[in-house]
């Protein structure tokens, strides 16, 4: 009795050995031409691949016995739950789409073969595609700490949340989107680790910081749209990238990543509301005064009326003319300065004597409470064209947030985690983060003379590749990502790089213009055009 009973205990032993090592297999990093291709890397002097270092100062290498099987204990603590795909079907005033939806996670390794990361995901595929010839589409917000909710449920997947008019209180009830992409190519909203479910699983601090780093980031997400793209058989379907925000920044970086590392080709990029280069946006640039005036003057226009990029040519045509010349002449030449403040002062509806004493220099925070101080208001940041009180008016330090921006955090939040684990039927534990300051905080943006930006990507990855197309989109009220400071970087690009393959498209909004229905229809429409 007891030899049969260890017989038949060995044998149980030997089958989940199997199904354990089946399961390792499924995760292991997959071939590609370097290293990096395999785990985020940081942006270190010598532009080598990371090591596979826990830490330094006597701490070992994450390889070595005990390291090893503390961090295969921990990664099976934290590991999310598995994939979930269920079938979905929206009724829309038209048409009727079923498709497959997914939510789940990808796991990265490092070059040892350690983890470090599960970095979730929701896909959308539509049933009854010819997978090779069906387009894909991966989609990922910025922040740097924000989850993809913003593009998911704010614009392109089939169910969405009213944003427009929005307070915290509102019920977070999702709605059929008759204007989600999901007709024209499949979906796959990505959320970076650290931003909604997606974490951490080991231990080392040095890991950790490496995906923290603007190449880290990059890396980490072009590896996970190559092992989603093995996983569910779609190399051959065409690709397409979209970021918003600093997914400007990430999003070239990934399109030039999942070229040159994970041999992905892209057929287009699509852009909402991007910053491409943070020198535009810090210290002592005038191009931040330039690339902001025409979406200040946007903003007072829209107080009187309907406003279309088409009525602010005359801003443009003096803020790149008349208006960076005086502000080249700096303040030394007063005639030159008065002459500027009081003209900005006339396009923004601003007292003239506060923008003589700025010099006509509006930074975003001042413009956001000059604007309708008499009224104790301040403007959003995300959309000006939004006013809210100022809960300290008197103050003479700026202590207000955004009026645009704030009151989307709860109802959002809310609906994402209903829809994934109720909907979705995925229920990892923790918390769900849809806008993580402590991503945000820990950011390593680089150091030394050359700030953040992607404008080289843009030009590497549009010569490689002459059917590669961008489309970028703004919104005329958004004045942290201004859409003019976009109009001046493409402008720069090479004759190779024209209009036939790179578009910009302005609509009435803010940074997520896609709140306003007829914004985001003609957007949907911009989208669709590329795609097919």
């Given at each position: ?153 704010g614009n392109v997947g089939p169910w969405r949340l009213p944003f427009d ?138 107080a009187k009326g309907p406003v279309t990029r088409e009525d602010l040519a ?219």
């Amino acid at each position: 009795m007891a030899n049969s009973f260890a017989t038949r205990l060995a044998a149980a032993l030997l089958v989940a050995c199997l199904a354990t090592a089946a399961r390792a297999e499924d995760e292991a990093p997959q071939p590609s031409p370097s290293p990096s291709a395999q785990a985020p890397s940081g942006q270190n002097p010598s532009g080598q691949s990371p090591s596979g270092q826990k830490g330094r100062g006597g701490r070992g290498e994450a390889g070595s016995g005990a390291n090893a099987a503390a961090n295969a204990s921990t990664a099976e603590q934290h590991r999310l739950p598995p994939d979930s795909t269920t079938k979905q079907s929206v009724s829309l005033p038209d048409r009727t789409l079923n498709f497959s939806a997914t939510a789940g996670s990808i796991r990265v390794f490092e070059d040892k073969g350690e983890p470090l990361a599960d970095i979730a995901y929701t896909s959308y595929q539509l049933d009854g595609a010819e997978k090779a010839n069906r387009p894909v589409t991966f989609l990922f917000n910025g922040g740097p700490g924000s989850a993809s909710a913003w593009l998911q449920f704010g614009n392109v997947g089939p169910w969405r949340l009213p944003f427009d008019g929005a307070v915290s209180s509102a019920a977070p009830e999702l709605q059929a989107n008759a204007d989600t992409w999901l007709d024209f190519t499949d979906l796959v909203f990505i959320d970076p680790v650290g931003t909604g479910y997606s974490r951490f699983v080991t231990t080392s601090e040095d890991a950790r910081k490496r995906f923290f780093t603007v190449d880290g980031d990059a890396n980490s997400v072009a590896l996970v749209i190559r092992r989603w793209l093995e996983k569910y058989d779609r190399l051959t379907s065409p690709k397409y990238v979209t970021g918003e925000s600093y997914g400007g920044i990430r999003g070239p970086k990934v399109v030039r990543n999942l070229q040159m590392q994970q041999g992905v080709g892209v057929r287009g990029l699509i852009l909402i509301s991007p910053v491409l280069d943070f020198r535009d946006y810090a210290g002592s640039s005038i191009l931040q005064y330039v690339a902001s005036l025409p979406t200040m003057a946007a903003v007072a226009r829209q107080a009187k009326g309907p406003v279309t990029r088409e009525d602010l040519a005359d801003v443009e045509s003096y803020a790149r003319g008349d208006f960076l010349l005086d502000l080249v002449k700096g303040q030394a030449d007063t005639e030159a300065t008065t002459r500027l403040a009081d003209k900005v002062a006339n396009l923004t509806g601003i007292d003239q004597a506060v923008s003589r004493r700025l010099a006509g220099r509006f930074d975003i925070g001042e413009f956001r409470r000059e604007f309708d101080r008499k009224n104790g208001k301040v403007t959003g940041r995300y959309d000006a064209s939004v006013e809210g009180f100022d809960p300290y008016p008197d103050s003479s330090y700026f202590r207000f947030n955004d009026p645009s921006g704030d009151p989307l955090m709860a109802p959002l939040t809310s609906a994402a985690v209903d829809l994934t684990t109720r909907k979705l039927n995925w229920r990892p534990d923790g918390s769900y983060h849809l806008l993580s300051e402590t991503v945000n905080k820990a950011w390593e943006f680089g150091h030394g003379i050359n700030p953040a930006e992607s404008v080289t990507q843009l030009r590497q990855m549009l010569a490689l590749d002459p059917k590669m197309r961008l489309l970028v989109g703004h919104g005329l009220f958004d004045l942290a990502t201004p859409y003019f400071a976009s109009r001046i970087i493409l402008d720069q690009l090479p004759a190779f790089a024209g209009p036939s393959r790179t578009k910009l498209a302005v609509y009435p909004g803010g940074h997520m213009f896609y709140s306003r229905d007829g914004s985001r229809q003609a957007f949907r429409k911009e989208v669709e055009a590329l795609v097919k």
